[in-house]
């Protein structure tokens, strides 16, 4: 089956850290475009950070230095280092897959569930 | 870089049409060919439903139907029935290697 599965969120305190993970299944992360997207408790869609399949890696302005995407290949599994985190960084992150093959056309043809990560003291 | 714009709402009755717009830039919406939109249920992930401007992916009822004229692009809802009630997001290239969503627009059956 193919899917995505998300976990590793949970409340930090600000000024923390953590690690997401999205496993994959089905296809491979390596051959294709790789986003974390997040959404704010009652809020809309924000992009976060794209990894090509080329290694290519590029931030949102709002997590840029702070947040780090990477992949795995022999666990097929795509990463969001998340440091320095601050109050406003909570949201649902998901994990999805972009279907297409090149970087002006994108669209996420794969969604994960999510998973909710809460920064509060 | 900024969200796109969407009206917040939008309603019909059943059997009815709705379109929902989104207005953008010539840097996003406008300077390239392509905008894809999303149906997200209270509770669930994202779905994709229109991609590069009108395609629908397998499975997408073609009721569902978008068009882009200059900065803005539109997702047509036809034959409303009582699933199609949902936020619904487009999404486009902004440049620099980032992408925008828009701000989303509730779509509610009467």
């Known amino acids: 089956e193919v899917q995505l599965v998300e976990t590793g969120g949970g409340l930090i305190q600000p000024g923390g850290s953590l690690r997401l993970s999205c496993a994959a299944s089905?296809?491979?992360?390596?051959?294709?475009?790789m986003s974390w997207v997040r959404q704010a408790p009652g809020k809309g869609l924000e992009w976060v950070s794209v990894?090509?399949?080329?290694?290519?890696?590029y931030y949102a302005d709002s997590v840029k230095g702070r947040f780090t995407i990477s992949r795995d290949n022999s666990k097929n599994t795509l990463y969001l280092q998340m440091n320095s985190l601050r109050v406003e960084d909570t949201a649902v992150y998901y994990c999805?897959?972009?279907?297409?093959?090149?970087?002006?056309?994108?669209?996420?043809?794969?969604w994960g569930r999510g998973t909710l990560v809460t920064v509060s003291s | 870089q900024s969200a796109l714009t969407q009206p917040p709402s939008a309603s019909g009755s059943p059997g009815q049409s709705v379109t929902i717009s989104c207005t953008g830039t010539s840097s996003d919406v406008g300077g390239y060919k392509y905008v894809s939109w999303y149906q997200q249920h209270p509770g669930k992930a994202p779905k994709l439903m229109i991609y590069?401007?009108?395609e629908r992916p397998s499975g997408v009822p073609d009721r569902f139907s978008g068009s882009k004229s200059g900065n803005t692009a539109s997702l047509t809802v036809s034959g409303l029935q009582a699933e199609d009630e949902a936020d619904y997001y487009c999404?486009?290239?902004?440049?620099?290697?980032?992408?925008?969503f828009g701000t989303g627009t509730k779509v509610t059956v009467l």
């Open positions: 999404s486009s290239y902004a440049g620099s290697n980032n992408y925008v």
């Open positions: 999805a897959r972009d279907g297409s093959t090149s970087v002006y056309d994108c669209y996420f043809d794969l």
């Open positions: 590069e401007v009108s």
């Open positions: 990894i090509y399949s080329g290694g290519s890696t």
């Open positions: 089905g296809f491979t992360v390596s051959g294709n475009y």
